[in-house]
């Protein structure tokens, strides 16, 4: 028996009775994050990081959650579990399930950058690895952080000079949090629309530092208003277009994403600048996390997976896909009938998926 296998539910552990990620209600929920694609409500039990609970609890609500820190062996029926640091978001995981001497590790969401916000990606040892693929293709080669915030204070600074708000758009959870901490904030006020600021309060009060935020509903009087001539505004993506954007006339915009490489990405977003910016590993980064968790056999999933596998297949691993339609279906709000494929035995074909998140 397989230590993990691919059930209607989601990603399922036979000896220890629970689901890793699952994406239908279950009785026992391992989380990697709390990202809406990988933490759903409607589970009767949770189990996740320890730092994750703030934002779990804010955007899921009053569920029951067992916490563990990174590296705390929780036993669960006959298998052994464990968080390991994804470097991710805040809180995210590497989930290590260790059944009769068998290891396998799901690593969830990771990146290998350095990211002030949260707890560095180690990596953890396996028999067998499943890895996230988005951006698996050679293509995705992400600039320095130190370079890509260099890139976006002069990016600040030069309209702060001229007097014109900066608007960054970026995913209220884990990438705002990361502009905010590597920004200068010397440059000028930051503004954050309310869904980045609820989550800007759980990274607080986990002990994450950040630079002090406005709110617009802070900065009513006409005075403060027009102290935020030289901001930088922080806003989801569901903001741009909307009213609340008219509190900052005469902005330039920008859109923070890995997506931002590819050609054409920054005209069909309608921004001014792209800043290729991802909370996902790059090419070289899923690369340099495959080899170093010493697996025999390597699974990719959620994004590129054929492409990373065949990669790997092609210098003697042996790499294989399971299918995540039903996943991507509603990740993306897509209806998708299709029931998800039985993850096969090493050395066993596999149905490929190319479907790509949000990243």
């Given at each position: 028996m397989a230590v993990l296998e691919l059930r209607p539910a989601g990603l399922y552990c036979p000896a220890g009775d629970f689901y890793i990620?699952?994406?239908?209600?279950?009785?026992?929920?391992?989380?990697?994050h709390a990202h809406a694609d990988h933490a759903r409500r409607g589970h009767a039990r949770y189990l996740a990081q320890r730092d994750a609970l703030g934002v779990l609890r804010a955007r899921l609500g009053p569920v029951s959650i067992d916490a563990a820190g990174y590296g705390e062996v929780t036993t669960i029926g006959a298998a052994r579990v464990s968080l390991h640091p994804a470097g991710h978001v805040l809180g995210s995981s590497q989930v290590r399930v260790e059944v009769a001497g068998e290891t396998w590790v799901v690593t969830g969401d990771y990146k290998l950058d350095a990211d002030p916000t949260c707890t560095a990606f180690e990596p953890v040892r396996a028999h067998v690895l499943i890895t996230e693929s988005t951006f698996g293709l050679p293509i995705y080669r992400w600039a320095p952080p130190a370079r890509l915030f260099a890139e976006i204070d002069d990016w600040w600074r030069g309209n702060a000079a001229a007097g014109r708000p900066s608007v960054v758009y970026a995913y209220a959870f884990g990438k705002a949090q990361r502009i905010l901490a590597g920004v200068d904030a010397s440059i000028g006020p930051i503004v954050c629309h309310g869904a980045v600021e609820v989550l800007n309060r759980c990274y607080r009060e986990a002990g994450v530092r950040l630079p002090a935020t406005l709110t617009v509903q802070g900065t009513a009087r006409s005075a403060d208003r027009a102290a935020l001539a030289g901001?930088?505004?922080?806003?989801?993506?569901?903001?741009?277009?909307?009213?609340?954007?008219?509190?900052?006339?005469?902005?330039?915009d920008a859109f923070?994403?890995?997506?931002?490489?590819?050609?054409?990405?920054?005209r069909r977003r309608s921004v001014d600048r792209g800043f290729v910016m991802s909370d996902h590993a790059d090419w070289p980064g899923l690369l340099r996390a495959i080899e170093a968790s010493g697996a025999a056999c390597v699974y990719a999933t959620h994004g590129y997976a054929?492409?990373?596998?065949?990669?790997l297949c092609d210098r003697g691993l042996d790499a294989r896909t399971f299918d995540t339609r039903e996943f991507d279906a509603?990740?993306?709000?897509?209806?998708?009938?299709?029931?998800?494929?039985?993850?096969?035995?090493p050395g066993e074909d596999a149905r490929p998926t190319e479907a790509v998140a949000d990243a």
């Amino acid at each position: 028996m397989a230590v993990l296998e691919l059930r209607p539910a989601g990603l399922y552990c036979p000896a220890g009775d629970f689901y890793i990620d699952p994406w239908r209600p279950v009785e026992r929920a391992v989380l990697t994050h709390a990202h809406a694609d990988h933490a759903r409500r409607g589970h009767a039990r949770y189990l996740a990081q320890r730092d994750a609970l703030g934002v779990l609890r804010a955007r899921l609500g009053p569920v029951s959650i067992d916490a563990a820190g990174y590296g705390e062996v929780t036993t669960i029926g006959a298998a052994r579990v464990s968080l390991h640091p994804a470097g991710h978001v805040l809180g995210s995981s590497q989930v290590r399930v260790e059944v009769a001497g068998e290891t396998w590790v799901v690593t969830g969401d990771y990146k290998l950058d350095a990211d002030p916000t949260c707890t560095a990606f180690e990596p953890v040892r396996a028999h067998v690895l499943i890895t996230e693929s988005t951006f698996g293709l050679p293509i995705y080669r992400w600039a320095p952080p130190a370079r890509l915030f260099a890139e976006i204070d002069d990016w600040w600074r030069g309209n702060a000079a001229a007097g014109r708000p900066s608007v960054v758009y970026a995913y209220a959870f884990g990438k705002a949090q990361r502009i905010l901490a590597g920004v200068d904030a010397s440059i000028g006020p930051i503004v954050c629309h309310g869904a980045v600021e609820v989550l800007n309060r759980c990274y607080r009060e986990a002990g994450v530092r950040l630079p002090a935020t406005l709110t617009v509903q802070g900065t009513a009087r006409s005075a403060d208003r027009a102290a935020l001539a030289g901001a930088l505004v922080v806003a989801p993506p569901s903001a741009q277009s909307t009213p609340w954007l008219r509190r900052f006339p005469d902005a330039s915009d920008a859109f923070a994403s890995g997506w931002m490489q590819l050609r054409g990405a920054r005209r069909r977003r309608s921004v001014d600048r792209g800043f290729v910016m991802s909370d996902h590993a790059d090419w070289p980064g899923l690369l340099r996390a495959i080899e170093a968790s010493g697996a025999a056999c390597v699974y990719a999933t959620h994004g590129y997976a054929a492409a990373l596998s065949r990669y790997l297949c092609d210098r003697g691993l042996d790499a294989r896909t399971f299918d995540t339609r039903e996943f991507d279906a509603q990740y993306t709000g897509e209806q998708d009938a299709a029931a998800p494929a039985e993850l096969p035995a090493p050395g066993e074909d596999a149905r490929p998926t190319e479907a790509v998140a949000d990243a």
